[in-house]
């Protein structure tokens, strides 16, 4: 949780919104990345 911490400090969240908020947009991000990956190759 200290790199999430971190990375919402420099992306300048509110210290009550960092943890879970942040968490579950990474996570948004990284499944968007995937399905991005899988479409631009082809496999979708």
Excluded: K, W, Y
């Amino acid at each position: 949780m200290a790199a999430f911490g971190a990375a919402a400090t420099a992306f300048g969240a509110a210290p009550d919104a960092r943890p879970i908020q942040l968490a579950i947009g990474l996570s948004f991000l990284g499944e968007a990345l995937a399905v991005t990956r899988r479409a631009v190759t082809g496999a979708l």
